[in-house]
């Protein structure tokens, strides 16, 4: 399909192709970088494994306008798995939410950018998330909000970490999502198969993942996460389904990237140091040695 492979029509009439927002994905996993590597704490390798899925909601799929962050006729997007907030902010500045150099206050005293999402310091944020496995649960009521207030053109996504998914809450909101026929509310699980002690299958076992959500009721759909047009296409057939709630399983790469974070759970939680940080902003800007500068 040559190098524009796919021309992608926003929902706020923007256009670009395939390849601009796989390089605005990039940028934001390097945004990524510098910020964890300031601040000297926080998450890598969850927020480096959505970028690709940050990048087609707010490029591609939301109704959302960073000039208005409270636009009345904005879709919803809620991060419950909070501690993955950095790939939200720094796809949010990509945007035009805010300029991108707040982005190295992370984690800073007094800072609009905290370790977790604080609904209220930041105008674009429509939840708080620090205890994992509420987010569906918020995400099902505002849904039922809506349709109350007959705001049917609106439509509510919920990202969720797979290792959040040991948390009773989130399959209390599976089951009522299908029982109130909730298909204004999409969820988007981030099967990147790790968590802080070690991969999901070790420590809780989740699979067969897809058949349990479809137990509960739900239409589930599987793609390749580090895939935009992929994430695209299935957060459009999501809105096309109109008997039962959605729920995407995206399998993403933790670390995506950086090869010496990829796959590793030990960067759930972990920033790089300034070393690290050089050695990851090389792989990245280089598409690992992939493009090489005149001189090397």
């Not at 939410?97 to 005293?109: D, S």
């Not at 930041?122 to 649960?137: D, I, Q, R, Y």
């Not at 995400?139 to 207030?149: E, Q, S």
């Amino acid at each position: 399909m040559g190098l524009f492979r796919c021309i992608i029509v926003s929902k706020m009439g923007q256009t670009y192709t395939l390849l601009e927002l796989e390089e605005k994905a990039n940028t934001i996993r390097e945004d990524i970088i510098r910020m964890l590597e300031r601040a000297g704490s926080g998450h890598s390798a969850g927020p480096l494994g959505l970028a690709d899925i940050f990048t087609a909601l707010y490029f591609a799929v939301l109704r959302h306008d960073p000039k208005k962050p409270d636009w009345e006729d904005r879709d919803i997007l809620l991060l419950s798995n909070g501690h993955c907030v950095p790939v939200r902010y720094a796809a949010m500045a990509e945007a035009g939410y805010f300029p991108k150099a707040e982005l190295l206050t992370l984690r800073k005293f007094g800072s609009r950018l905290q370790g977790h999402p604080e609904r209220l310091r930041l105008p674009g944020l429509e939840n708080t998330s620090g205890p994992l496995g509420s987010g569906l649960s918020q995400g099902c009521g505002i849904a039922l909000g809506l349709r109350m207030n007959k705001q049917l053109h609106r439509h509510v996504y919920v990202t969720l970490g797979d290792g959040e998914l040991d948390e009773g809450n989130v399959w209390e909101a599976a089951m009522l999502a299908p029982k109130y026929g909730l298909n204004n509310v999409t969820a988007i699980v981030d099967r990147n198969n790790i968590q802080i002690d070690g991969p999901t299958e070790t420590v809780m076992p989740l699979e067969d993942l897809k058949k349990k959500w479809q137990s509960f009721g739900w239409h589930v759909l599987e793609i390749d996460g580090n895939d935009i047009d992929a994430v695209i296409d299935a957060c459009a057939m999501a809105k096309a389904i109109t008997e039962k709630p959605v729920c995407i399983i995206a399998y993403t790469i933790p670390g995506k990237g950086v090869d010496f974070m990829e796959y590793d759970f030990r960067w759930h939680g972990v920033p790089p140091n300034h070393e690290q940080a050089v050695k990851a902003l090389h792989e990245l800007r280089t598409l690992g040695g992939k493009i090489r500068g005149e001189h090397e």
